[in-house]
């Protein structure tokens, strides 16, 4: 049985009284449980685990001297309170992991430092996943490659993605082992009586076909992320993932049109509101921002 092909209010019948019937789905904590602690830290990727995540995102940049590092921007400003600012890709490992990258957060994250790839693999679990977000180029790939060979983890518990299609199309082609979706957010234009989208459906699907994807990841926008729309991403074989997702009625929502994960900054949370019979349908909104947020 399709969820996605049954009218929405059956849909939410069918998961409170039936939840075998419903998706399978995982929570994905957005740069570790960055809800409660700091962004693409160690502490927030622990804190992940606790909370019950069935996978962790975190974001990733080569060094100078050729190391992958946890951090989403393309310099330190944002997460470290130390100046002057350095730039990442002209930085070495040595000196990045001299800053402290916790303090904004809360005093209680002083001593948290810029992780490397290979410190945050480590902190998967048996049976969990870790979503790789290149923040970079292709020049990131050959050391990529050899990192998630040396880890300890099946190539089922890695999944890379990147909003760059030409850097995904190059890891099926080289890593071919490893689940690769491409990410796109998406802009209104037009009017707002006369709205559409862009990237259009069909230029998402002739992506994903031409890199090869095997999926894609976009925001959960209910205007353009409707049960159709995740329709033809399945039945064109490719899955799809939704970011960032702290709504419970979002949530339950994408989950019955068939949402392969959704990202969230509140793991423990989320699952914790969907799992509650009660939770109500989602109502529609009224906002229609001019361009949606960029993860």
């Keep these: 049985m399709k969820l996605s092909r049954l009218p929405l209010p059956l849909v939410f019948l069918l998961i ?5 019937l419903a998706p399978a789905q995982l929570f994905v904590a957005h740069r570790g449980a ?27 940049h080569l060094t100078s001297d050729k190391q992958i590092v946890c951090i989403h921007d393309k310099d330190t400003e944002r997460v470290c309170p130390t100046k002057p600012v350095l730039k990442v890709a002209e930085s070495d490992l040595a000196t990045l992991q001299n800053l402290e990258v916790g303090s904004w957060k809360g005093r209680q994250f002083s001593s948290e430092k810029i992780p490397t790839l290979s410190d945050v693999l480590a902190t998967v679990p048996e049976g969990k996943k870790i979503f790789v977000e290149i923040k970079c180029g292709p020049e990131i790939l050959p050391v990529l490659e050899k990192e998630l060979a040396a880890s300890n983890l099946e190539p089922e518990q890695i999944v890379i993605i990147c909003f760059k299609s030409a850097v995904i199309q190059q890891v099926r082609e080289s890593m071919p082992q490893y689940k690769a979706n491409w990410l796109t957010s998406y802009k209104l234009k037009g009017s707002e009586d006369d709205p559409s989208w862009t990237p259009t459906q069909d230029e ?10 095997t999926g ?5 926008h209910e205007d353009v992320v409707t049960e159709e729309f995740v329709a033809a991403m ?35 949370f989320l699952r914790q509101q969907l799992a509650d019979p009660k ?10 921002p001019r361009e949606l947020l960029v993860k």
Aim: glycine content about 8%; aromatic content about 8%.
């Design 16 to 20: 409170s009284i039936l939840p075998g």
């Design 204 to 213: 998402v699907l002739a992506t994903l076909a031409r890199t090869q994807a």
């Design 279 to 288: 939770l109500a349908a989602p109502k529609p909104t009224t906002e229609s």
């Design 34 to 60: 960055s809800h409660d602690a700091p962004e693409n830290t160690l502490a927030a990727f622990r804190l992940a685990w606790k909370q019950g995540a069935d996978a962790i995102e975190g974001d990733f």
């Design 234 to 268: 399945v039945d064109a074989g490719f899955e799809f993932h939704a970011w960032t997702i702290d709504d419970p009625n979002q949530a339950v929502q994408l989950k019955s049109f068939g949402t392969s994960s959704l990202t969230t900054n509140r793991p423990e």
């Design 216 to 220: 894609l990841g976009s925001q959960g």
